[in-house]
């Protein structure tokens, strides 16, 4: 039995609570080791760059939130952090530097807001994912919300869901847009329509496996499953609960669902959950996502009349208080309060009145936060990097701004590409899904060590995903933005992929020979 296992025999995650406040009296060095680990259940993690003060982890349900929520958030920040903010790649928010004396009053208010930092880490169902303008989209199959609320409401505090093998990502949307990443979720519901006798019924399709760390980017598959709204909590509940009893519990980098399904097989795993639900399940619709990729970074219109949401690219997800305390203020002035966090590290301000849009684009936080990135920040997406993260092995966050700074200024016309950077292995920045990703890394350069990256390319997650493929190793990060002036002009984002296609074809071809297939000569 492996450690973390061990000690969730000894007592489940959740009991950490009732010590938190004896922990607040008697300061950080109190806390046994076991209980470090357990803490993370309730969302608050002891980072090893930052001893004596916590990260804490908040839920954001579909990325839906309000600016009376986001005021909260800016305040414990302000009073008992450091004034800074991350939101995740899964549509979350991190408070960073909270000492665990103030741990009590940061739950009290966000409960007091109607938020939650409950099982955000460890051996949990992550926070749940949807489409960030749910109930805007204009073109979306349906409105996924309330079902993401009811399968959240459903898992968080209830101890079933508290002793998974390994943690676990959802995702549940109705978009066609491909705003999130499904493929890369252990369980994904993406929009479908399953026609029967004529009638045809909104509803969803089922992928299960997908993961980014642990190995690296397995594609999710798809179940054969096709899912009514009213069956969502039923059937996402069973697919948890049959990894909970099957997934393995020994070695940790191999215990995701991924590995269960490559175990069983997605027949054989389909057979286990319709015994589990006493009752046979519906066979796949038609995917009703479309090929192209949208982000809902910008100005769009929505299917309520004369209305706009407006997404503001928040570069590499760090924000100041002041800076989110304006966000907030914004969307009261010109929308009706509601804020959207996006996965591509956006906010979005919905609801604004068409008399009101030039106004609000004329607002200087726009400087900032703009809703017309360049081609270069538009896509660019940071993990938390080093100066917070134990895992990471080099700072990301102001890597990617000084490299994507130099670019933005060098580059001229260039097409829309995603750049993300992780710090490790584990992920956390989506790297294996853009079509330029960064995986930082240590490197020996002429005999000292640098901070370095390896550079994948043409990785894509959505209705055609692509695996990504490593064309270049331990780059150093300060020649780093040279090396992608040189390959950035020359190479659409398809190239790129074809690039990943023709790579993966023929897994033995020469590192020489991807470069060729890189060079300038090439391009078209």
């Known amino acids: 039995m492996n450690k973390i296992e061990a000690l969730k025999a000894e007592r489940d995650g959740l009991d950490v609570r009732e010590s938190i406040a004896r922990y607040a009296r008697e300061g950080w060095e109190s806390i046994t080791e076991d209980d470090v680990q357990r803490l993370k259940w309730c969302g ?54 909270i000492r665990i004396e103030s741990v009590p009053a940061v739950f009290e208010q966000l409960e007091a807001v109607g938020l939650t930092s409950m099982q955000t880490g460890m051996d949990n169902v992550r926070n749940v994912m949807g489409c960030p303008v749910a109930g805007l989209n204009p073109e979306e199959i349906l409105d996924a919300t309330p079902l993401v609320k009811a399968f959240t409401d459903h898992l968080v505090g209830n101890r079933a869901f508290t002793n998974l093998p390994r943690k676990f990502n959802v995702a549940i949307s109705g978009c066609m847009d491909n705003c999130l990443h499904m493929e890369t979720q252990d369980l994904a519901l993406v929009p479908a329509v399953h026609e029967d006798g004529g009638a045809k019924q909104p509803g969803f399709n089922v992928l299960a496996g997908g993961k980014l760390g642990s190995g690296g980017y397995r594609i999710a598959t798809p179940l054969d499953v096709f899912v009514r709204p009213d069956e969502v909590v039923e059937v996402c509940a069973g697919i948890v609960l049959l990894y909970r009893d099957h997934g393995s519990r020994d070695l940790r980098t191999q215990n995701r669902l991924a590995f269960l399904l490559d175990e069983w097989g997605e027949e054989k795993f389909r057979a286990e959950l319709e015994t589990r639900l006493g009752r ?80 609000l684009l ?61 710090g490790c292995p584990a992920g956390c920045g989506n790297h294996l899904v853009a079509d330029i990703g960064l995986l930082g890394k240590k490197a020996k350069v002429d005999g000292r060590v640098v901070d370095a990256v390896d550079i994948y390319v ?48 023929a897994k033995s071809q020469s590192p020489q020979a991807v470069r060729l297939a890189l060079s300038p000569q090439t391009a078209t």
């Not at 219109?301 to 966000?327: C, D, F, H, M, W």
């Not at 907030?328 to 966090?341: D, H, M, N």
């Open 458 to 505: 043409g990785g894509r997650s959505g209705p055609d995903p692509k695996l990504a493929v490593k064309i270049m190793e331990d780059v150093p990060c300060e020649k780093l933005a040279s090396v992608l002036e040189g390959l950035v002009p020359y190479h659409s984002r398809d190239k790129l992929h074809r690039v990943g296609r023709g790579k993966a074809a």
């Open 280 to 359: 046979v399940l519906t066979p796949a619709g038609a995917d009703a996502r479309k090929p192209v990729k949208n982000d809902h970074a910008g100005i769009f219109r929505q299917k309520q009349p004369g209305l706009n949401y407006v997404g503001l690219k928040v570069a590499v997800g760090r924000i100041t208080t002041e800076s989110l305390l304006g966000v907030a203020a914004l969307a009261e002035r010109y929308g009706t309060g509601e804020i959207r966090i996006s996965p591509a590290q956006a906010l979005i301000v919905p609801n604004v009145p068409d008399k009101r849009l030039t106004v």
């Open 362 to 422: 004329d607002e200087p936080l726009l400087r900032e936060l703009p809703y017309n990135a360049s081609e270069v920040f538009k896509g660019l997406v940071s993990c938390v990097g080093n100066d917070y993260c134990n895992l990471a092995v080099i700072e990301t966050k102001s890597r990617a701004m000084d490299v994507a700074k130099r670019l933005d200024g060098t580059l001229q016309g260039v097409k829309p590409l995603t750049m993300h950077w992780s």
């Open 44 to 97: 608050i993690f002891l980072r090893n760059p930052t001893p004596g003060h916590f990260m804490i982890r908040v839920r954001v349900p579909n990325g839906h939130t309000s600016s009376y929520q986001v005021r909260a958030l800016a305040a414990l920040a302000k009073s008992y952090g450091n004034g800074l903010i991350d939101l995740t790649t899964r549509q979350q928010v991190q408070l960073r530097h």
